[in-house]
């Protein structure tokens, strides 16, 4: 069972598995009129500050039994964005009704913004906690995974037509994006870098698109469109970014300060540059940055490399 992410992008990190017999995708959320009142019923945020009872009215709508197997082993995959993932019933309502239901929670995020009482309700809520960074790993002793993404299922072909993309917030990094993306236009190669969270008084007119939010659709339009893919990562995060996933999965060129990359199973030598300030991207030759097919491909980000080492982590533990 997967209980999939929130967020637009969130399609995109198990998708392939729908395609499995033995996967079956929580319908977590009714559409129309009823997923208005569901919504709010069921929101986590006002039930933090508010315990709404009977949200046990929606719980057997979330699974549909005839399609689950209670013969094999269950096990239930909840995204940290996922709504259910933080009602504490509803993970008994599972437990209860699928004897040998197996609980995973798997962050997609850094779990360093987060409350001391909503880390205690996850360590003490699931059987298994998984990561994608692995600072996070080491901080909380949970288990450590680097790489989920599945690549869109498209047969049209969008052709290239810019050097280097950015998308991302703020974040405290409007100098040194507005900074890398001056010297790349001296380079006199072609950019879009597109910052939101910024204050309409620091807003220039100097060819950055920005606060110009794109759908995640749009942004994996401006992935294909573009050559090379510039991300810069604050000094605390450890995690591999959606950049990393889709610079491998539509075979782009990365250029990252995240130098902890070198140290994880998605490592490639040959499409991925590393820069540490502005200093060093003056240095680089971006006309050799093309991307090389000979190395690491999308094969290494497949779901099914996950559950295989939920396979292991499982068995490893109940040995």
Sequence with gaps: MIFDGSYDYSKYVFMDLKEKNNVLFAKSKKSGFWGKIQGVHTSVSLNERIRIPLKSIWYSGYLDDNDINIEYDIVAIFCESNRLSYDKKYIDYLKRNYNS???IFFFMNSAVQLSKTRLTYIERTFDFIVTYDFEDSIRYGWYYYCGIYCKRHSNVSIPVKNDVLFIGRNKNRLPILRE????LKRKGLVCEFYITDVDQDDILDDGINYNHF??????????EESRILFENVQDSQTGCTLRTYEAIA?????LSNNTTLKKTRIFDDKNMY???NTADICEMDFSQMVYDN?????????????IDFLEDIIDDKII
């Design 250 to 254: 539509y075979e782009k060129v990365l």
């Design 180 to 183: 890398t993306y001056s010297i």
């Design 214 to 223: 794109l759908p995640y659709e749009e942004v994996l339009n401006k992935v």
């Design 294 to 306: 000979n190395n690491i491909d999308a094969e290494l980000l497949k779901p099914d490399h996950f």
């Design 101 to 103: 239901c197996i609980t």
């Design 274 to 276: 590393f820069y540490n």
